[in-house]
Each structure stands twice: as C-alpha cells, then as structure tokens.
C-alpha cells in the first residue's frame, strides 16, 4: 500500500505542508494531553468495538482501503477525528481536511476541483474529511452532492448532531452511517490509565475514578481534566507531601490525589446538543405522564443546567396540561399557564421555583388525554367528511330578511327550559350522532355524566372513584 498523502487544503501556500509536518512533530511533543494519547492503529482504539473490533464492518473497510463515503456520528470524545486520522494513516488516496466551521462553498469547490484534476491525471481518488459537517448549511451541502454521488471524492463527515436533524436528506443516503457510542467508565479509565503510564505520574485511585466520572464517557474531556490535575499535583506547596488527609491518606508530591482532580474539575458539563434536546424533552415528557414527580424534576433541572430555554420547558408544560390532563383536573392549565408567566417576568434561576411548582403539580395530577382524543375525532370528521351546511335553525337571524330565509327558525333557547337544557342537533346532518368527548373515570372527569345527546352534568363528590 502506498504511503498516505496529506493535502495541505485548498488555500494553503507552497510549502505549507512542511509547516504542517513540523507542527505535527511539535503536537507530539509539547501538545496537550488529549492530543499526544490518540491512537496510532485501530488496535489501540478503546471502545468502539462493534465498528473497531475484530472482525467488525468499519475496521475491515478501513484496513483494505475500501471505506466509502460515510458519516460518523457520535457524542464528543468518542473517536470520530480519531478513525479519520487512522484512515489517513492506511489508505493510498489523497486525504484531505476541511472545518465545517470555518470552510465555505469556495473552499469545498477548490477540494473538489483538486480532487477531480487528481483523479483525471493520476487516477487517484480523494478522502475528504468533514469535521463538525452538521454547521454546514443546505447550500453548502448540496455542492457536495455531485462528487460524493459519482465516487470523485470519499466523504468521511463528524458530527456530534443527529444527522436526520442536521444534514440533508439526499447526503445521507449517499452515505453510511456509523453510530459512535459515549465510553463506558472502565473504558475511559483504562485510557487514563495509560495516559498516567505514558506521563510517568501516579494517581490515586479515588483521583481517578473522580476523572471518570467528569468526564462522562468523553475521553477527551478526560484526558483534560488529568492533565490540569497532573499540573496541579506538580506544583503543589512545599510540605504538601506530608498533609495527613482526615480520612488517614497520605498525599504524595507529584502524585495526583483527589484533592487535584477535584480542583481540576469540580462540576460536569452537561451535553446538549440537538438529538439531546428532543430526547431529554421526551423523557420529561413521559415522566410528567407517568405521574413521577421526581423524574419530571430530573429532566427539568438537567435541562436548566444545560441552558434549555426555561420559556420552551414552560410551554411544554401548557400543552401537557391539555394534553395528558385536561378536565380531569382542569387546574393544571393554569398552574403551567402561570408558570409560563413568571418564568417570564423574573427569568432564571428564581424561575426554575415556579417551573418545578407546576411540574409537581402536573405529575401528581389525575391524567386523561381525553380532550387531545375528542379533538383529534373532531378533526379527522372536519378532513375526512363533506362540510355539511350549518342547519337552518343554527343561522344568524339577526338582520334583515333572515327569518323569511328561514335562518333561526325552530331554534329552541336552552334558557327557557328550566333544567337549562334543550334536545336539538347542533351538527351537520354528515356529523351528527358522532361522539367526540367521552369523559375519563379520572378526577373531575370521573363526576361527569351524559344525560343524552350532548348534555352533560357533574355528579360533584359521587362521581369520583
């Protein structure tokens, strides 16, 4: 197999793959952690097996240079840039790199035109690795299409988003999707570990598993975490080697202890980017449904903490309120109502009190989706049925000549009846006798009955069960 040609993009000046040698070298070296521990062969990748393992689909592909355009997809520091470096590594075409967050259409174009002449002259295909392809927008994307669908270019795109969010419909399916899955904790400490071995320090145990769990399945996030609690156990004072520690342990100079992990990293970023949102939203959803107060209180407060939108976590709530509860307490609409109101008026973190008042609420409340379920046979007869003429007697009456049209004539006033109700259809001749709303046996629900058509009375405390 021919040795792997770097392209050093589209806009770079003569020589600048020179620079880039001498940058990678001095990356080597001096760069940061995360950097100097990626993986030189698939075999020293961790986690990832069912794409990276023996045997597996993707590994194969790539060590017989046979990978076709693809898009990895996955949480960060799970291995997408890593995989593109090792096909660089393994394979005879041009590899080239572009940033979705910096390339334009000029710049993509350019690796294009490259790659074509390329092909043209020396028959040599072209890898185009696409970091963070998930910013670059319809236009931008569908430049690609052309080359990616005749085979001029091999995409190889990261994204850290949903792809059937982020990226055009006729891209993906001109491409293969790999799932990267977040590490599981043994994984991430076992690269920790090495990472230790490879730095000559040692660690306590209770520093690394306190790594482990801040960085939260993301290597990368890991590795930078060790590396400031590894500068921090360094400098630590003179004397510091013999502080007794309450809990009887001994810290050792240079050795990195809990103390400098959790100095280094003491709160967890939170992830969200956009399959997390209609994912984490979903779960608050259902556990409001569910009537688990505590779930609902989890799901809201990870999403305040990740920067959700509290007015878009209240407004969920004004529909669930209608949706999952309806009459069956009536009060809940205007308990999310009003919440939507003061996260409105005093914003966060005060709001977060009025958000979890009316998660609370809404849990604990008795649940019918009745309302959602009338509304929903309203539609489908308005849709799906010819729209009947209003029956004569429903007609405005109130103007000149309406009554010799016969509009109102033979409407009955409900008032004038003394129960308040009167029998007479107030539907369409196509819609009448269709039943909309029946009533749950669910808290004020649960004290209505039917009195014939369209009647309705509440039975008060005898109806609830």
């Given at each position: 197999?021919s040795?792997?040609?770097?392209?050093?993009g589209?806009?770079?000046?003569?020589g600048?793959?020179?620079?880039?040698?001498?940058?990678e070298?001095l990356?080597?070296?001096?760069?940061?952690?995360?950097?100097?521990?990626r993986?030189?062969?698939?075999?020293?990748?961790v986690?990832?097996?069912?794409?990276?393992?023996?045997?597996?689909?993707?590994?194969?592909?790539i060590?017989?240079?046979?990978?076709?355009?693809?898009?990895?997809?996955?949480p960060?520091?799970?291995?997408?840039?890593?995989?593109?470096r090792?096909?660089?590594?393994?394979t005879?075409?041009?590899?080239s790199?572009?940033?979705?967050v910096?390339?334009?259409?000029?710049?993509?174009?350019?690796v294009?035109?490259?790659?074509?002449?390329?092909l043209?002259?020396?028959g040599?295909?072209?890898?185009l690795f696409?970091?963070?392809?998930?910013?670059f927008?319809?236009?931008?994307?569908?430049?690609?299409?052309?080359?990616?669908?005749?085979?001029?270019?091999?995409?190889?795109?990261a994204?850290?988003e949903?792809?059937?969010?982020?990226?055009?419909?006729?891209?993906?399916?001109r491409?293969t999707?790999?799932r990267?899955?977040?590490?599981?904790?043994?994984?991430?400490?076992?690269v920790?570990?090495?990472?230790?071995a490879?730095?000559?320090?040692?660690?306590?145990d209770?520093?690394?598993?306190?790594v482990?769990?801040?960085?939260?399945?993301?290597?990368?996030?890991?590795l930078t975490?060790?590396?400031a609690?590894?500068?921090?156990?360094?400098?630590r004072?003179?004397g510091?080697?013999?502080?007794v520690?309450?809990?009887?342990?001994?810290?050792?100079?240079?050795r990195?202890e809990?103390?400098?992990?959790e100095?280094?990293?003491?709160?967890r970023?939170?992830?969200?980017?956009?399959d997390?949102?209609?994912?984490?939203?979903?779960?608050?959803?259902?556990?409001?449904?569910?009537?688990?107060?505590d779930?609902?209180?989890?799901?809201?407060?990870r999403m305040?903490?990740?920067?959700?939108?509290p007015?878009?976590?209240?407004?969920?709530?004004?529909?669930?309120?209608?949706?999952?509860?309806?009459?069956?307490?009536?009060?809940?609409?205007?308990?999310?109502?009003?919440a939507t109101?003061?996260?409105e008026?005093?914003?966060l973190?005060?709001?977060?009190?009025?958000?979890?008042?009316?998660?609370?609420?809404?849990?604990?409340?008795?649940?019918?989706?009745?309302?959602?379920?009338?509304?929903?046979r309203?539609?489908?007869?308005?849709?799906?049925?010819?729209?009947?003429?209003?029956p004569?007697?429903?007609?405005?009456s109130?103007?000149?000549?309406a009554?010799s049209?016969?509009?109102?004539?033979?409407?009955?006033?409900?008032?004038?009846?003394?129960s308040?109700?009167?029998?007479?259809?107030?539907r369409?001749?196509?819609?009448?006798?269709?039943?909309?709303?029946?009533?749950?046996p669910h808290?004020?629900?649960?004290?209505?009955?039917?009195?014939?058509?369209?009647?309705?009375e509440?039975?008060?405390?005898?109806?609830?069960?």
């Open positions: 197999m040795p792997p040609r770097r392209s050093p589209p806009s770079a000046p003569p600048a793959g020179l620079f880039d040698a001498g940058a070298e990356l080597a070296a001096r760069g940061p952690l995360a950097h100097r521990m993986p030189r062969s698939l075999d020293e990748m986690g990832q097996e069912h794409l990276v393992g023996r045997g597996a689909p993707l590994r194969a592909l060590e017989t240079d046979r990978l076709s355009s693809a898009i990895l997809w996955g960060p520091g799970t291995g997408k840039t890593t995989l593109a090792l096909v660089a590594d393994t005879g075409r041009e590899f790199t572009l940033s979705a910096s390339a334009g259409v000029a710049d993509v174009r350019a294009l035109e490259e790659a074509r002449r390329r043209g002259e020396r040599q295909g072209t890898i696409l970091d963070e392809v998930h910013r927008n319809k236009s931008q994307q569908d430049a690609l299409l052309p080359s990616v669908e005749s085979g001029q270019i091999t995409l190889i795109g994204t850290t949903n792809p059937s969010f982020a990226l055009n419909a006729a891209l993906l399916s491409t999707l790999y990267l899955n977040r590490l599981e904790p043994a994984e991430v400490e076992e920790l570990r090495r990472a230790l490879a730095e000559g320090v040692e660690a306590s209770e520093a690394v598993a306190h482990v769990a801040m960085a939260d399945g993301d290597v990368r996030a890991g975490i060790l590396e609690a590894i500068a921090l156990a360094s400098v004072g003179p510091a080697g013999d502080r520690q309450a809990e009887g342990r001994v810290e050792t100079e240079g990195v809990l103390a400098d992990a100095a280094a990293a003491d709160r970023a939170l992830r969200y980017g956009a997390e949102h209609y994912d984490v939203i979903s779960a608050f959803i259902k556990a409001i449904r569910g009537s688990d107060p779930a609902g209180l989890y799901w809201m407060v305040v903490e990740a920067g959700e939108d007015r878009f976590i209240a407004r969920r709530l004004v529909i669930l309120a209608s949706e999952d509860i309806g009459l069956a307490d009536p009060t809940s609409l205007l308990v999310a109502e009003a109101r003061a996260v008026h005093i914003g973190p005060e709001g977060a009190l009025n958000l979890a008042q009316a998660v609370i609420h809404l849990a604990t409340a008795p649940k019918s989706n009745r309302v959602m379920v009338a509304l929903s309203a539609q489908a007869d308005v849709r799906d049925l010819p729209a009947g003429p209003v004569a007697h429903l007609r405005d109130h103007y000149r000549s009554q049209l016969g509009h109102g004539v033979g409407y009955r006033y409900p008032h004038d009846d003394p308040g109700w009167l029998d007479q259809e107030y369409p001749p196509q819609v009448a006798g269709h039943t909309y709303y029946e009533p749950s808290g004020r629900e649960g004290r209505l009955v039917w009195g014939g058509r369209g009647r309705v509440d039975r008060g405390d005898q109806g609830l069960r």
